[in-house]
């Protein structure tokens, strides 16, 4: 019985664990929403909550590091639990990465909406959608054990890098003809960067979770295909 009620106690610190970086993931996915609204509305007021909202994510990352380091103190786990757990600390560290991104975006969108609009954003919140939805479906990879979902993940992120680069070209004309241009197209150019790097990021998670299902290290291995 005593056994028994050990490995309750164990099944439901797991369970805690995977429930805070489902919630931690659900903060930064709102994170990304709210930073590009606050750019496509002109709302500054939601940009300063992005901004002030990264202390809690940066507190989530501590208690989920403690939660973890707690119970690999505790319970010393081995292979796929072992795997989980330090998987767990590393997907903390991007997300919380993807936070600060976030409010990279929130600060340039206050820069932005002092300013006339250069152009319609069109090009970025179907960048910002597609990262988003690549940072869900990793942590839900992650909590499920699937591997082939990440995999999924990692490629579409050479969508998002050639997105990158089509918008750079894009300002790179606006510059071109009209040196007035160059602050703004400078700013949007590093929003758009930012979205590339948090896509770097979710990706991150997604080899991850390779790593715990299978424990195979799949970074550096041109898993995201040669470009079309």
Do not use: W
Not at 106 to 134: C, F, G, S, T
Not at 196 to 208: K, S, V
């Amino acid at each position: 019985m005593g056994r028994l009620h050990t490995d309750r106690e164990y099944e439901g610190e797991l369970q805690r664990l995977r429930d805070q970086i489902l919630l931690m993931g659900a903060r930064i996915e709102s994170s990304i929403v709210q930073s590009m609204a606050a750019l496509t509305a002109r709302d500054n007021a939601l940009a300063e909550e992005v901004i002030r909202g990264d202390t809690e994510t940066d507190r989530m990352e501590v208690e989920i590091d403690g939660l973890c380091l707690r119970i690999l103190a505790k319970r010393q786990p081995v292979a796929s639990d072992l795997r989980f757990l330090t998987t767990a600390l590393k997907l903390v560290t991007d997300l919380e990465r993807i936070g600060d991104l976030c409010v990279n975006i929130a600060e340039r969108a206050i820069e932005l909406n002092a300013e006339q609009p250069l152009k319609p954003y069109i090009d970025l919140p179907k960048m910002a959608a597609a990262v988003e939805n690549m940072i869900h479906d990793a942590l839900d990879a992650f909590v499920r054990g699937q591997p082939d979902l990440a995999r999924e993940v990692i490629a579409r992120d050479r969508q998002i890098d050639d997105t990158n680069i089509q918008i750079f070209r894009e300002l790179l004309t606006y510059m071109m003809e009209d040196s007035r241009t160059i602050t703004r197209a400078t700013r949007i150019q590093h929003v758009a960067k930012y979205l590339e790097r948090i896509g770097d990021h979710a990706t991150n998670l997604a080899e991850m979770v390779i790593f715990m299902a299978q424990g195979r290290d799949v970074r550096h291995t041109g898993l995201k295909g040669p470009r079309k």
